[in-house]
């Protein structure tokens, strides 16, 4: 299907938006792939570089200020965190991949958490992959995206923090990326693209996630 162009209607834009604004709330911490929780319920991931906006994303969805701790120092997410809406989906904030400073040890830790999870979770129905719009795709983005084929893992890509660049740029990075997705067996050919500073795109993410429960 080409383009985001008018994929979803108002009237589902609108039952999305609705979806969201029932109650939410912040379920566990997962640190190690024993403490997932057992339940039928499906979930969806973000997942993304350090600081790409994972966390923010989730509160501007919920339509909260402080429910996933962000922060402008990458490496706050340390563990996989869980939310659950309306007691029919979970999302699922993961710690960022590609940050470097954090002791070694405990980098390879989280990597192997999030790749193990991202394999074999049974309950995931799509990981949203969040890619900062100024930067694009890059390699340690594009290595999670052949991790995510090979496992067979549906992903889409949202851009985040449109707020900061152009109309122009906008166009660039999201043809740029549609390129890219083209080589992705798992990649799910539209490109969403949002702020959660600034509240755009949120509906259609919403109404994606509403599409797959
Ligand atoms: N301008 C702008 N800034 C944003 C947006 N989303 C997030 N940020 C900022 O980006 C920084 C990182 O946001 P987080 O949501 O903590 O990022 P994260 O991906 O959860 O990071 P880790 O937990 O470290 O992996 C914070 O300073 C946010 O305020 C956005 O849409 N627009
Ligand atoms: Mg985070």
């Given at each position: 299907?080409?383009?985001?162009?008018?994929?979803?209607?108002?009237?589902?834009?609108?039952?999305?938006?609705?979806?969201?604004?029932?109650p939410c709330n912040f379920v566990l911490s997962v640190?190690?792939?024993?403490?997932?929780?057992?339940?039928?319920?499906?979930?969806?991931?973000?997942?993304?570089?350090?600081?790409?906006?994972?966390?923010?994303?989730?509160?501007?969805?919920f339509n909260q200020r402080k429910l996933a701790k962000t922060s402008g120092t990458p490496g706050r997410t340390q563990q996989l965190n869980y939310f659950n809406?309306?007691?029919?989906?979970?999302?699922?904030?993961?710690p960022g991949y590609g940050f470097a400073q954090a002791p070694e040890a405990l980098v390879k830790n989280w990597q192997k958490l999030i790749f193990t999870y991202?394999?074999?979770?049974?309950?995931?129905?799509?990981?949203?992959?969040?890619?900062?719009?100024?930067?694009?795709?890059?390699k340690v983005d594009e290595e999670t995206m052949k991790l995510l084929d090979k496992a067979a893992v549906t992903y889409?890509?949202?851009?985040?923090?449109?707020?900061?660049?152009?109309?122009?740029?906008?166009?660039?990075?999201?043809?740029?990326?549609?390129?890219?997705?083209?080589?992705?067996?798992a990649a799910y050919v539209d490109v969403l693209a949002t702020s959660s500073e600034k509240n755009l795109g949120l509906n259609e993410l919403k109404a994606e996630i509403c599409s797959l429960f």
């Open positions: 299907m080409e383009q985001a162009a008018a994929k979803f209607g108002a009237e589902e834009l609108k039952q999305a938006e609705e979806q969201f604004n029932r640190a190690k792939l024993e403490q997932l929780p057992l339940t039928e319920m499906g979930e969806v991931a973000f997942a993304g570089r350090s600081n790409v906006g994972k966390s923010s994303l989730i509160n501007a969805l809406l309306d007691n029919r989906l979970h999302l699922v904030d993961l991202l394999q074999g979770r049974v309950n995931l129905k799509r990981v949203f992959l969040l890619i900062d719009s100024r930067h694009g795709i890059k889409q890509i949202v851009l985040t923090k449109i707020d900061k660049i152009s109309a122009k740029q906008l166009a660039g990075v999201i043809a740029e990326t549609k390129e890219i997705i083209k080589k992705h067996g």
